[in-house]
C-alpha cells in the first residue's frame, strides 16, 4: 500500500441535466475550477444506450481487453469516483457506478460514457495538500493513482 495525506478545500454541488456526459461533464467543470484533485458522488438517472466498462476479457491477458454493456432503457445510478490530474495537468475522472433497472444491477466504470437521463445530481469534495496524480501505467495502459 502507499498512501498520501490530504485536506478538503472546496466542495461543489453540481446538477447534471439531460444529455449532459460523464465523464465528459465532470472533467470539464474540474478544468474549468481548478480541481486537481478530488473524491466525487452521483446520483440519478442514466440515459439508454450509454455504456459502461464491466470488467477486462481475460484477467490475466496484458495489455487488457474491456467488456463493454450497453444500457437497455433508462437506469437509476448511484456512482462513486475520485478526480485526479494525469501527466499533461488534464483532470481524469475515474468512476464506478451501480445502474439499476427493474431489480437488476449492472456495475462497470463509466469512462465509456454515460449520459444523463433528465438529471443527476453531484458533489465534488475538492482535495488539496497532496502530490497524488495519474500516470500512465506501460502494462496496463491505464493511467494509476500514483502517490
Not at 445530481?121 to 506501460?138: C, G, M, P, Q, T
Request: charge should be positive; include cysteine; charged fraction near 30%.
Amino acid at each position: 500500500m502507499k498512501f498520501t495525506e490530504a485536506s478538503i478545500k472546496r466542495v461543489f454541488i453540481l446538477r447534471l441535466e439531460h444529455k449532459d456526459r460523464v465523464p465528459d461533464a465532470i472533467e470539464k467543470f474540474a478544468q474549468m475550477k481548478e480541481i486537481r484533485n478530488g473524491m466525487c458522488i452521483m446520483v440519478g438517472g442514466v440515459d439508454k444506450k450509454s455504456k459502461i466498462v464491466v470488467g477486462p476479457k481475460n484477467g490475466d491477458k496484458m495489455p487488457p481487453f474491456p467488456m463493454e454493456y450497453m444500457l437497455n432503457g433508462v437506469h437509476e445510478v448511484a456512482a462513486v469516483g475520485t478526480i485526479f490530474c494525469n501527466e499533461t495537468g488534464q483532470p481524469k475522472l475515474h468512476m464506478h457506478a451501480a445502474l439499476g433497472r427493474k431489480g437488476k444491477t449492472r456495475t462497470g466504470c463509466v469512462r465509456l460514457g454515460i449520459n444523463i437521463w433528465k438529471t443527476c445530481e453531484v458533489v465534488i469534495f475538492e482535495l488539496i495538500n497532496s502530490s497524488a496524480r495519474r500516470v500512465k501505467d506501460k502494462e496496463t495502459g491505464f493511467e494509476l493513482l500514483e502517490v
